[in-house]
């Protein structure tokens, strides 16, 4: 390694990284997750992210015309002079007629000794300008969609690390007289600092759908052991002092995810088992690369946890993708990890990035990010597997370790996207705060909002969607709409493509009216009224939201649908009032959660009679509408329409019950009828009334109360009176059929004294002229049963 890269990496070993800190302490850089964050800043303070690099070359045909199929990447490393010499036969498809022309991407100071297309015909490639990395083939002959050609690359060169560490020289954590070290980190557009491959261009957003299989041999000095991607096909002793690891994988890897590290390690390995499909059992190899100086007991077992963390990611994302192959992890001078497909380097023992790494293998692996924009479907996913891990790891207390986790891991900031603007800035690629944490959170509120089952369900309709290839953003977003059976858009729109996050300040206010409890719900977001943007609702965010309530009898939770920057919800609730916890388990990103003095909103309707949407045997002798406060009720407000049109009648209002009542002049005969209210409005805000029935301030509320939590809106419910020869099991006609009340009210009628609401026909229940006749009472019963007259 070199000068300040090599300070830099030996530093960040000793830093808090590993100890996996619970808050920003070393601000947007810090991560407890994989340490990019914390690398980029580091690397671009020492201005080892920038590449003076120069567009002036010609174009290049499309990333989409041709698809990599394999790659043979035969390389010998040189630490005493930092050089890596080797070739790449690189076999391609084309996908387009006409293909003229392949692009590979390889820095500009590696010499190119020879260029051989399918074996035979000598080629060259475009010159790069100085610091720059794109090569173009002119091809032997224009191929067509489906044709296979191959490209064989020779080179050599002394080796330049950019990005976080593309490709390092140094010692064993940069430490004098221990073992040479050197290893890659390619992520995220930096493989052609030391091997030739297809590649989006430097500071791009690029495309990382091109994956392919690898053959990948490394020649080093004898003492090392070289470790790579897959298997290990076999070990050859090129030369005296030499030593030659061939691993090979048939799984298509992206670019970025091939990678190498070659120094003196001490080699186990354990196995994981897991259930096969057809039953038995299966077995896989999970190899561990650690320097002997860190060969202690404990830190064996720290990375040995990642076995029961195979089997716990198991029932929620599916088996892991590289069953046939192995899971690997290997230590290497970088104080986080990084997660190669199969095999993941680490510099620390830290539980939380050894969860974090294997579960990129999932996502950023098996299903790659397309482009960096899209990076948080990586980081974002393996952020969140960190806290589902403390959620299902053996002893975990669950539910209250999975809040933690996610709380520890909670932004320290919102003001931007989650998804990346602006790829050609490293730093913000990987930046802790947006792509890590604040897409962990989108991740950890798509589960609250559609439920576990559901939200698994998503996750592994992603995988099988994609797995083998990669996605965008918007991708994701069509398998969970499919899913869920419902649009989600409006939920990524503010999350992924808006910025900020809301902050609540919320009161509430306990009442009784006709000895039902209730509560009065003031909520607002005062947040940046420019938020989320990016497609979704200006100024506020649209999410449901828990509210757990304690009373005299108990908790209970409802969920407000809250769709407005400002709102007002009423809540039937079950006892005396004493006390309320706005999203009391943390599903919703947010700044603030702020109790205060409720805010007064519109009246709502609380009750009616009948019922919305009842259906009645006999006739209402009129309609009864409950607010929930003091109102003044316009003349005409309530309004009957019935089969005939417009029902006359009168117009009353009990203030002390708050209940307005319209009292037909006409009976009411069989058919469908609605009722209308409007012109109400509060005695003590001059607010009208939040009338929208059914209401919609709940998440699967009920009819009433009624509203949306927002003043103004006409209540407007439907009843239909079915008519009979025989009366009906609601015998008090107060919409609930069959109760004690209906027995008591019938028997009540038997000895003389009928309810004035109840069945019209009284006593007589068969109709049959007769009155409280032992017929009438086995007919009551035959009904009550659910038989007929």
């Known amino acids: 390694m070199k000068g300040l890269a090599a300070a830099l990496l030996c530093a960040l070993a000793s830093t808090t990284l590993a100890q996996t800190p619970t808050t920003d302490d070393c601000g947007d850089a810090c991560h407890d997750g994989c340490g990019k964050a914390h690398m980029a800043r580091l690397r671009a303070d020492a201005g080892l992210l920038s590449e003076p690099w120069s567009h002036a070359y010609s174009p290049r045909e499309a990333l989409g015309d041709t698809d990599v199929l394999s790659y043979v990447l035969d390389i010998e490393v040189n630490p005493t002079n930092e050089t890596i010499t080797g070739s790449n036969l690189i076999t391609v498809k084309?996908?387009?007629?006409?293909?003229?022309?392949?692009?590979?991407?390889?820095?500009?100071?590696y010499t190119v000794s020879s260029i051989l297309l399918n074996s035979a015909t000598p080629a060259t490639a475009t010159t790069p300008a100085a610091n720059s990395y794109r090569r173009t083939i002119t091809l032997d002959r224009p191929y067509n969609a489906n044709e296979v050609f191959t490209v064989r690359i020779a080179y050599s060169g002394t080796a330049i690390s950019r990005g976080m560490g593309s490709i390092e020289f140094t010692t064993q954590n940069g430490t004098a007289g221990q073992p040479v070290m050197v290893a890659t980190l390619s992520e995220p557009y930096f493989a052609a600092t030391w091997w030739p491959c297809k590649d989006g261009d430097v500071f791009l957003a690029g495309d990382?759908?091109?994956?392919?299989?690898?053959?990948?041999?490394?020649?080093?000095?004898?003492?090392?052991?070289?470790?790579?991607?897959?298997?290990?096909?076999s070990v050859t002793t090129p030369a005296a002092g030499k030593r030659k690891y061939r691993w090979v994988s048939n799984y298509p890897t992206a670019t970025y995810l091939v990678a190498f590290a070659t120094t003196v390690y001490n080699t186990w390995t354990l196995n994981y088992s897991y259930p096969l499909s057809n039953g038995g059992t299966g077995s896989m190899p999970v190899e561990f690369n650690i320097y002997p100086s860190s060969d202690t007991p404990t830190n064996r077992a720290a990375w040995e946890r990642v076995v029961p963390m195979l089997a716990a990611f198991r029932p929620f994302y599916g088996e892991y993708p590289f069953v046939n192959e192995k899971y690997g992890i290997y230590e290497f001078n970088f104080s986080g990890g990084m997660e190669h497909q199969t095999n993941s380097g680490q510099g620390t023992f830290n539980e939380g990035v050894t969860a974090h790494e294997l579960a990129h293998q999932w996502w950023g692996d098996a299903v790659t990010c397309r482009t960096w924009s899209d990076i948080w479907l990586n980081e974002g996913f393996a952020t969140y597997s960190e806290a589902l891990w403390e959620e299902r790891k053996p002893g975990s207390s669950g539910a209250p370790a999975y809040r933690a986790a996610m709380n520890a891991r909670k932004p320290a900031n919102v003001g931007d996207s989650v998804y990346v603007t602006n790829v050609a800035d490293v730093n913000r690629i990987f930046s802790s705060t947006y792509t890590y944490r604040k897409g962990g959170w989108v991740v950890h509120m798509l589960r609250g909002l559609v439920g576990d089952e559901t939200f698994y369900d998503i996750m592994q309709g992603h995988r099988l969607a994609h797995e083998g290839t990669a996605a965008t953003t918007d991708d994701f977003i069509a398998v969970a709409n499919s899913v869920a059976g419902q649009d989600l858009t409006w939920f990524f729109r503010q999350w992924v493509y808006g910025i900020g996050a809301p902050a609540y300040a919320y009161g509430v206010q306990p009442f009784t009216v006709a000895g039902q409890n209730y509560a009065r719900v003031s909520l607002?977001?005062?947040?940046?009224?420019?938020?989320?943007?990016?497609?979704?609702?200006?100024?506020?965010?649209?999410?449901?939201?828990?509210?757990?309530?304690?009373?005299?009898?108990?908790?209970?939770?409802?969920?407000?649908?809250?769709?407005?920057?400002?709102?007002?919800?009423?809540?039937?609730?079950?006892?005396?009032?004493?006390?309320?916890?706005?999203?009391?388990?943390?599903?919703?990103?947010?700044?603030?959660?702020?109790?205060?003095?409720?805010?007064?909103?519109?009246?709502v309707v609380l009750t009616t009679s009948p019922a919305p949407s009842a259906t009645l045997i006999a006739a209402p002798t009129s309609v009864q509408v409950t607010f929930s406060e003091a109102v003044t009720v316009a003349p005409g407000a309530i309004t009957l329409t019935g089969p005939g049109g417009t029902i006359p009648g009168s117009q009353t209002y009990t203030a002390g019950t708050f209940t307005a009542t319209f009292t037909p002049t006409q009976p009411l005969t069989p058919g469908d009828y609605t009722v209308s209210v409007s012109g109400v409005t509060s005695?003590?805000?001059?607010?009208?009334?939040?009338?929208?029935?059914?209401?919609?301030?709940?998440?699967?509320?009920?009819?009433?109360?009624?509203?949306?939590?927002?003043?103004?809106?006409?209540?407007?419910?439907?009843?239909?009176?079915?008519?009979?020869?025989?009366?009906?099991?609601?015998?008090?006609?107060?919409?609930?059929?069959?109760?004690?009340?209906?027995?008591?009210?019938?028997?009540?009628?038997?000895?003389?004294?009928?309810?004035?609401?109840?069945?019209?026909?009284?006593?007589?229940?068969?109709?049959?002229?007769?009155?409280?006749?032992?017929?009438?009472?086995?007919?009551?019963?035959?009904?009550?049963?659910?038989?007929?007259?």
């Open 94 to 109: 084309s996908l387009v007629n006409g293909l003229t022309q392949f692009t590979f991407v390889l820095r500009s100071q």
């Open 208 to 233: 990382n759908t091109d994956k392919a299989t690898i053959d990948f041999s490394i020649t080093a000095p004898e003492a090392y052991r070289s470790v790579a991607n897959g298997v290990l096909a």
């Open 524 to 603: 607002r977001q005062t947040q940046n009224a420019a938020w989320p943007g990016a497609g979704a609702p200006a100024g506020y965010f649209a999410m449901p939201l828990d509210l757990r309530v304690e009373t005299s009898t108990g908790s209970q939770t409802v969920k407000l649908n809250n769709n407005a920057r400002t709102q007002n919800f009423v809540i039937p609730i079950n006892g005396a009032y004493t006390d309320a916890a706005l999203d009391p388990l943390d599903w919703v990103l947010n700044t603030a959660k702020t109790a205060e003095s409720h805010q007064n909103g519109p009246p």
């Open 683 to 789: 005695n003590l805000t001059g607010l009208t009334l939040d009338g929208d029935i059914p209401g919609t301030m709940l998440v699967n509320q009920p009819a009433l109360p009624s509203g949306n939590g927002v003043a103004g809106g006409p209540a407007s419910f439907t009843f239909s009176i079915q008519g009979s020869t025989c009366g009906t099991a609601d015998f008090n006609n107060d919409g609930d059929i069959g109760t004690d009340q209906d027995i008591e009210a019938f028997f009540a009628c038997l000895g003389g004294n009928c309810c004035p609401g109840c069945y019209t026909g009284g006593a007589d229940f068969n109709a049959d002229g007769d009155t409280g006749t032992d017929q009438d009472i086995e007919s009551f019963f035959r009904v009550l049963g659910g038989g007929n007259c």
